[in-house]
T-cell receptor, first 111, second 116 residues
Framework: DQQVKQNSPSLSVQEGRISILNCDYT??????FLWYKKYPAEGPTFLIS?????DKNEDGRFTVFLNKSAKHLSLHIVPSQPGDSAVYFC??????????FGQGTELSVKP | NAGVMQNPRHLVRRRGQEARLRCSPM?????VYWYRQLPEEGLKFMVY????????ESGMPKERFSAEFPKEGPSILRIQQVVRGDSAAYFC??????????????FGPGTRLTVT
């Protein structure tokens, strides 16, 4: 039962352009959604979150959009930098405390 | 303010041995979560603990796996009689004291378990 899905395993973007990472979910009971960035051999690093009652949250170059009717969220990174190259995971927070993660999207930002 | 600490970073065990993974949460955090990442997959929830209490162990395999978070000391994830399928990266996360902030989970660097 895959409650959170990231259908694109990889994404390649030119430096300075926008990166858009997508995530779909099936569980309407998630109260928060989060994005994490992960480098190889390291733990996930928290990037940005959004409450299920909001439709947008912005923090510097990172913006997360939530479309509840479509059960879809996206992370926009503008402008993209080579240091943004990593695997990005979206996660839904279950009110009981657990995070349910997608499979991840590997972002490559080319100079 | 130190982040979430995990040790060891790498652990090699032969089939049938026991593996013990340790996690010290961030200062001021009293909620600990364990997740497992198998190769080419996302992270999967295993267990959620508070001091001396298991809150949710719905992701733990029924046999050989156990977790604790004692009053003093780190949280321990214990795997008895390891098998090759246990080879994975095990991540610990912690969140602040108030359960309403359990969505703010900060991760440690992980322990990479290899079973030979």
């Amino acid at each position: 039962d895959q409650q959170v899905k990231q259908n694109s395993p990889s994404l390649s973007v030119q430096e300075g352009r926008i990166s858009i990472l997508n995530c779909d979910y099936t569980n309407s009971m998630f109260d928060y959604f989060l994005w994490y960035k992960k480098y190889p051999a390291e733990g996930p690093t928290f990037l940005i979150s959004i409450s299920s009652i909001k439709d947008k949250n912005e923090d510097g170059r990172f913006t997360v959009f939530l479309n509840k009717s479509a059960k879809h969220l996206s992370l926009h990174i503008v402008p993209s930098q080579p240091g943004d190259s990593a695997v990005y995971f979206c996660a839904g927070h279950n009110q009981g405390g657990k995070l349910i993660f997608g499979q991840g999207t590997e972002l490559s930002v080319k100079p | 303010n130190a982040g979430v600490m995990q040790n060891p970073r790498h652990l090699v065990r032969r089939r049938g041995q026991e593996a013990r993974l340790r996690c010290s949460p961030m200062k001021g955090h009293s909620h600990v979560y364990w997740y497992r990442q198998l190769p080419e997959e996302g992270l999967k929830f295993m267990v959620y603990l508070q001091k001396e209490n298991i809150i949710d162990e719905s992701g733990m395999p029924k046999e050989r796996f156990s977790a604790e978070f004692p009053k003093e000391g780190p949280s321990i994830l214990r795997i008895q009689q390891v098998v090759r399928g246990d080879s994975a990266a095990y991540f610990c996360a912690s969140s602040p004291k108030d359960r309403s902030y359990s969505y703010e989970q900060y991760f440690g660097p992980g322990t990479r378990l290899t079973v030979t």
